[in-house]
């Protein structure tokens, strides 16, 4: 890392440039390109999936999109002559549209009883990923003269292409983050360099993500979360290296050594804390889930290139800056000493009493994880986004007209032993009298037979909304259904929902414990110290306990939930919490690198644990707060989106990340260290004090200073809480080294 800060200082504009050229060559590629989401889900191996797959095979054009032109009318009837000749003359229009192959006009079974609803139906050549926002605005402007005959339309299906709608997110988030940082910095341009970097990384990440839609299935919620992670850790990651460059500067008060010096310390940091979270999203690998390991690598894929505009982009605009990094000033800041610092007050009540303090935020820990007892998954649907939303909009003219369930059909598909010789098949006569009666079935498609005759399927409209548990009953009802000669599957969106929440509470065990696992592995490498990394692993559980309770009582109870923009409870999408794991794991690993990194340090230096606790917390208090409260306002910010699993999202990692960065990092983690004392630091084969490890983290590596190498002295401060003002038992040590992140 000192050899890429070297690189970065005495090539300034070359770097800056390319940075440049890369977000310009992506931006173009965005506009010229687009940016296609696909919002199906795919469950290999699963039941669903496998339907889909023969459906896939069988029929012709089964792969295609199909839209829908939902149709109001406020008097009157849909099939009056009138409106039954404007709807004609739009859907001629609407097939002279690219890509469009068929359109039916509404008819027998897409009339409501009372003929005020309908639907028209419009069949592409593509697949649902392939209809752009651009295509679908053109199949519904072809059909403008419904509105001038007062027909009301509203784009249904795959002409319902979710947009993006992060812009007030990302400006309140980015408002949020400046003021903080000016506050953390005292001048503008100081605070205006992280803002920089993560816009820079945002263009980069969220343009490169929403490139490879063109590739394989990119869900609409990957470029949201793209965004809230790369503005999160976009800043946060420039934050810590300006914050230890500017302390650096005002030591030697030479930019180049200073800024080289900062990235071989706190760009080290910044790499390790990376590398933790994309260990951590690589965990949901074995999950067996697509969409959860596409949400995975493109979260990943923005982490990694906020490390790298960390690392090179920062330091050349640093370079460039030299001294005019402090200018600007607009508030004072005053350093204040470690007995006189806020952090250092605190950390100090703490380890004079840690039994009590590590008690008392165990009890508030677990009151705040308590309602994750109930937390229940399911699916979402357009009924749970805000009112007055356009997909909010379509799903209730659909369920008015037609029922709740017309808004998430299910297919029975039935792989006949052999062809069948027509619709009049016994066996086929029996499976359609069959489902007819199943509990929960509230209307029955007449059976299509492929031309091959050997797979038959019936389209079936469940009684009950997606989203409502009942359906998933009346899924796993027809899929017990039993006819001689044939086997059947049911498949539909709903249905594959159905399976991914059985396949994620079937794979989250594993998931948590590879991803604890292999945090707790990386925190024995760097830190040495088994019982330091197995504690830390512990620790990062406790704020996912409490973004679950969040979860659980904001979604599925209902405390406070009109504040999210919803009028009612909602299902917990059955992959949040296991993505959720996984980002706040790595997150909250970054916290803890950095806090235990500072401790280590002072450890080293003077061999008392808790004068090392105390130091260490005091050291990077303040830096991790501002860290943790940019984090905590940029997640709460995507609360304000209408999508309801986008405020899933946002709720549960700002909780976690508060959560952690107060009652965790500043009560929990120094009680729990000073009443460990001295087994913090055990390690079964004794190593040389001070040695760095492989990773190059421990022994003062984040400092640019060396520590003393010596053995700590047998004594600890456990019990002795006067040590902390006057070292009696410990020759004078050195001044603890700086030890910001």
């Not at 970065?8 to 506009?31: D, M």
């Not at 459906?55 to 032109?69: K, M, N, Q, S, Y």
């Not at 609409?220 to 800043?235: C, K, R, Y």
């Not at 087994?679 to 492989?694: D, F, H, I, K, L």
Request: charged residues 15%; proline residues 6%; aromatic residues 4%.
């Amino acid at each position: 890392m000192t050899r890429v800060g070297s690189l970065a200082v005495r090539h300034p504009w070359a770097v800056i440039a390319a940075w440049l050229v890369a977000a310009a060559l992506v931006a173009a590629a965005v506009v010229g390109f687009g940016r296609p989401t696909a919002e199906d889900v795919v469950v290999p191996g699963s039941a669903g999936q496998t339907g889909r797959e023969l459906l896939d095979e069988h029929f012709a054009g089964a792969g295609d999109a199909t839209g829908r032109i939902i149709l109001r009318v406020d008097s009157g009837r849909l099939d009056d002559a009138a409106n039954a000749a404007a709807i004609s003359a739009a859907a001629a229009d609407v097939t002279d549209v690219a890509h469009v192959v068929e359109v039916t006009p509404p008819g027998t079974g897409t009339i409501s009883a009372d003929g005020r609803t309908g639907y028209v139906t419009v069949r592409f050549d593509l697949g649902p990923r392939d209809v752009t926002p651009q295509l679908a605005d053109e199949v519904i402007d072809a059909a403008g003269d419904l509105r001038d005959a007062g027909i009301e339309t509203v784009p249904g299906g795959a002409l319902a292409v979710p947009r993006a709608e992060t812009r007030t997110s990302e400006l309140l988030g980015l408002g949020v983050a400046a003021i903080v940082m000016i506050l953390a910095f005292g001048g503008l341009v100081a605070a205006g360099l992280p803002l920089i970097t993560a816009l820079i990384t945002l263009v980069c990440g969220v343009g490169l993500i929403g490139l490879a839609g063109h590739l394989t299935g990119m869900p609409s919620v990957a470029g949201t979360l793209a965004t809230m992670i790369g503005l999160g850790v976009g800043i946060d990651y420039a934050l810590f290296i300006i914050t230890r460059y500017r302390d650096l500067l005002a030591e030697r008060n030479e930019p180049g050594p200073a800024i080289v010096a900062a990235i071989g310390t706190s760009g080290s940091a910044v790499l390790f804390a990376g590398g933790t979270v994309v260990v951590a999203l690589g965990g949901l690998a074995i999950a067996g889930v697509p969409i959860l390991a596409t949400l995975g690598w493109t979260a990943g894929l923005v982490v990694l290139l906020a490390v790298a505009a960390a690392t090179t982009l920062l330091p050349a605009l640093l370079a460039v800056l030299g001294h005019r990094v402090n200018a600007l000033r607009v508030v004072s800041r005053r350093d204040r000493g470690l007995d006189r610092s806020g952090w250092g007050r605190l950390a100090g009540r703490v380890i004079r009493r840690p039994g009590r303090y590590a008690v008392g935020t165990a009890v508030l820990l677990a009151a705040l994880a308590a309602p994750a007892a109930g937390l229940q998954l399911g699916q979402t649907d357009p009924g749970d986004e805000p009112p007055g939303s356009p997909a909010r909009t379509g799903y209730d003219l659909m369920a008015e007209g037609f029922g709740p369930g017309a808004n998430g059909p299910l297919t029975v598909v039935a792989e006949l032993d052999h062809p069948a010789a027509g619709p009049d098949d016994a066996r086929l006569t029996e499976l359609s009298q069959l489902v007819t009666g199943t509990a929960g079935v509230a209307v029955v498609q007449p059976v299509r037979l492929s031309a091959d005759g050997e797979l038959a399927s019936l389209q079936v409209q469940p009684a009950t909304a997606p989203s409502d548990p009942a359906t998933v009953d009346t899924v796993r009802a027809l899929r017990s259904t039993t006819v001689d000669g044939m086997s059947v599957h049911v498949t539909g969106q709903t249905a594959i929902r159905a399976d991914l929440g059985d396949r994620v509470s079937e794979r989250m065990p594993w998931v948590i414990a590879t991803v604890v696992a292999l945090s707790a592995v990386l925190l024995l490498f760097a830190f040495r110290a088994p019982v330091l990394a197995l504690k830390a692993a512990v620790m990062n559980l406790l704020s996912v306990g409490a973004a679950y309770g969040a979860l659980t009582a904001v979604f599925s109870w209902g405390w406070g939930v009109g504040l999210t923009g919803l009028d009612g409870p909602v299902p917990v999408e059955a992959y949040v919490p296991m993505m959720l794991f996984a980002l706040l794991f790595g997150l909250s690993m970054d916290y803890e690198v950095f806090l235990l990194t500072a401790v280590r340090e002072s450890w080293l230096a003077t061999g008392d644990n808790r004068q090392a606790v105390r130091t260490g917390l005091a050291a990077t208090g303040r830096v991790i707060t501002s860290a943790a409260l940019i984090m905590v306002c940029v997640f709460a910010s995507f609360v304000l989106n209408p999508n309801p699993v986008v405020k899933m999202f946002g709720l549960g990692m700002a909780v976690a990340i508060a959560v952690d960065a107060t009652i965790i990092r500043g009560l929990l983690v120094p009680a729990t260290m000073a009443l460990l004392g001295r087994a913090n630091w055990w390690m079964p084969r004794r190593r040389r004090a001070g040695v760095t490890s492989a990773a190059g983290l421990t022994g003062g590596a984040f400092s640019d200073r060396p520590v003393e190498s010596r053995r700590p002295q047998d004594h600890d401060s456990a019990s002795d809480p006067e040590v902390l003002s006057h070292h009696s038992a410990l020759p004078s040590p050195p001044a603890a080294p700086d030890v910001y992140p």
